[in-house]
């Protein structure tokens, strides 16, 4: 693996001259967060991306029942908190990872989402935040 070095003048230029050859090092991680913060500049919020308002009139958790044990917090969900999402239903399926699929109005698959890595708390944010509530709840 090489590395890529950056010339001393071209680092001073970056970051506004005041890279000396001693603190090469600094120089390295000052011209990186002045790229990454460059960069950023074109990135906007979540909130204001239009993703960020698709929501869902349900979904369905679909799961192997024999790798369950490997998804400790996928059981926690579905023993502890599914109930508070009725539009939400389980589907057991042979050697499916964990997935939430996505529906739309007509009940139809929009979207598949993978949750194998997701803690608890991020399937039930995930889920108030992209299904409209049960017409029941309130």
Known sequence: MRSRKIELGKCRETVGGWCS????DLCG????????????????????????????????????????????????????????????????????PPKLIMLDDDGQHKETIRIDNWKREHILQFL???????SSAI
């Open 21 to 24: 050859g001693n603190v090469r």
């Open 29 to 96: 991680k000052v011209l990186w967060e002045k790229l990454v913060s460059d960069c950023l500049k074109c990135c906007t919020e979540d909130s204001d991306d239009s993703m960020s308002k698709i929501t869902y009139s349900g979904a369905i958790l679909e799961v192997c029942m024999r790798k369950l044990v490997f998804y400790p917090e996928v059981v926690g969900f579905i023993e502890e908190e599914k109930d508070k999402f009725p539009s939400v239903k389980v589907h057991y399926l042979f050697n499916s």
């Open 128 to 134: 108030r935040e992209k299904v409209k509530p049960a």
